[in-house]
T-cell receptor
Framework: QKEVEQNSGPLSVPEGAIASLNCTYS??????FFWYRQYSGKSPELIMS????GDKEDGRFTAQLNKASQYVSLLIRDSQPSDSATYLC???????????FGAGTTVTVRA | EPEVTQTPSHQVTQMGQEVILRCVPI?????FYWYRQILGQKVEFLVS????????KSEIFDDQFSVERPDGSNFTLKIRSTKLEDSAMYFC????????????FGPGTRLTVL
């Protein structure tokens, strides 16, 4: 059973600041790592995927992966009120179809 | 942009009744999934489906649950005899294949069992 742990928050940041989200996972066989954004009452929306150690940037989002430390993070730069949501970390392994999700970190961006 | 669709958006049923939740995965995707999320809890994997058979299922996916691809586009989840604890959001997802492929989620069906 893969365990995926996230700080539940809430994380409150002022508009324009950087929001930093953390995720740890228990299964060393995990190969693929995803960040989903979930607005209240809505479905998870994929915002980032990362498979190799290091950083991956996409617009205002940067994902960081450290497999040795079993740690993946998400940075949101220039946070906007529209970024207010719950961010879900999800992992799977190369031959494992299912995604294992963390409980999510709720982010509130203050205008 | 292609997307996963689900119907109905909200289903209310009486305990003990059968419900069928419907999904249309993205057309060129080969792997289909059902997840559920009880209010305030994690998204949980239920089942994955490939080549007209179940690839993997969780402990939640007991004999009360079944999945089917009745035609070339629909993917359904049936709950035979609903319980109060089946009340949740049910999400369908799909992707191209195994390995690192991203999964894309439908909007969900909110199931309320009374």
């Amino acid at each position: 059973q893969k365990e995926v742990e996230q700080n539940s928050g809430p994380l409150s940041v002022p508009e324009g600041a950087i929001a930093s989200l953390n995720c740890t996972y228990s299964d060393r066989g995990s190969q693929s790592f995803f960040w989903y954004r979930q607005y209240s009452g809505k479905s998870p929306e994929l915002i980032m995927s990362i498979y190799s150690n290091g950083d991956k940037e996409d617009g205002r989002f940067t994902a960081q992966l450290n497999k040795a430390s079993q740690y993946v993070s998400l940075l949101i730069r220039d946070s906007q009120p529209s970024d207010s949501a719950t961010y879900l970390c999800a992992v799977n392994s190369w031959f494992d179809y299912k995604l294992s999700f963390g409980a999510g970190t709720t982010v509130t961006v203050r205008a | 942009e292609p997307e996963v669709t689900q119907t109905p958006s909200h289903q209310v049923t009486q305990m003990g009744q059968e419900v069928i939740l419907r999904c249309v995965p993205i057309s060129n995707h080969l792997y289909f999934y059902w997840y559920r999320q009880i209010l305030g809890q994690k998204v949980e994997f239920l089942v994955s489906f490939y080549n007209n058979e179940i690839s993997e299922k969780s402990e939640i996916f007991d004999d009360q649950f079944s999945v089917e691809r009745p035609d070339g586009s629909n993917f359904t989840l049936k709950i035979r005899s609903t319980k109060l604890e089946d009340s949740a959001m049910y999400f369908c997802a799909s992707n191209l294949g195994q390995g690192p492929n991203e999964q894309f989620f439908g909007p969900g069906t909110r199931l309320t069992v009374l």
